[in-house]
């Protein structure tokens, strides 16, 4: 699983070389902010139930999507939200590209799925994240980055 210390070194080890200043410094700098992810996990996992249910009630309360799908996209969102969990937690976007970009994408338009609500979703929960209500203002930049990162992917 990528993480910001596979990350770096695979990259040197693909370019035949041992960790740079430079790359070390990229470690160090995840690691600072370790806290501030593991804060925004904590509380991604004490209310992700609730989470979910909110941004899918909002995106399917437009009456723009089949209500046959809500249960499927509550599924699916609550995978999505399990995976940048562990993304906060292992500094990296590995969870996220290995387990659900690619595969799901793909489930999604397999099963007739419609990923702008999924977006719609997530963008839903990004725009809701309220400092200092919710967590701090490092930890939601943490947890609003892979939003941004997801929201993009399945753009």
């Not at 806290?35 to 009456?63: C, F, H, N, Q, S």
């Not at 209500?67 to 599924?75: G, I, L, Q, S, T």
């Not at 967590?135 to 929201?151: G, N």
Request: hydrophobic share 45%.
């Amino acid at each position: 699983m990528k993480s910001a210390v596979t990350t770096v070194v695979i990259a040197a080890d693909a370019a035949g070389r041992f960790p740079s200043l430079s790359d070390i410094e990229a470690v160090k700098g995840s690691f600072d902010r370790a806290p501030a992810r593991m804060e925004a996990a904590e509380k991604l996992a004490a209310g992700l139930d609730k989470v979910t249910i909110d941004a899918v009630d909002a995106v399917y309360g437009k009456g723009s999507y089949d209500e046959a799908n809500k249960d499927k996209c509550v599924r699916d969102i609550n995978h999505y939200l399990r995976l940048i969990n562990y993304c906060l937690v292992t500094g990296g976007t590995g969870p996220l590209d290995e387990w659900g970009i690619s595969g799901m994408r793909e489930v999604i338009r397999a099963q007739r799925l419609p990923t702008v609500a999924y977006i719609e979703a997530f963008a839903h929960i990004r725009d809701r994240v309220c400092v200092p209500r919710d967590m701090s203002p490092q930890a939601a930049a943490e947890f609003k980055a892979l939003l941004d990162y997801l929201i993009n992917a399945l753009s």
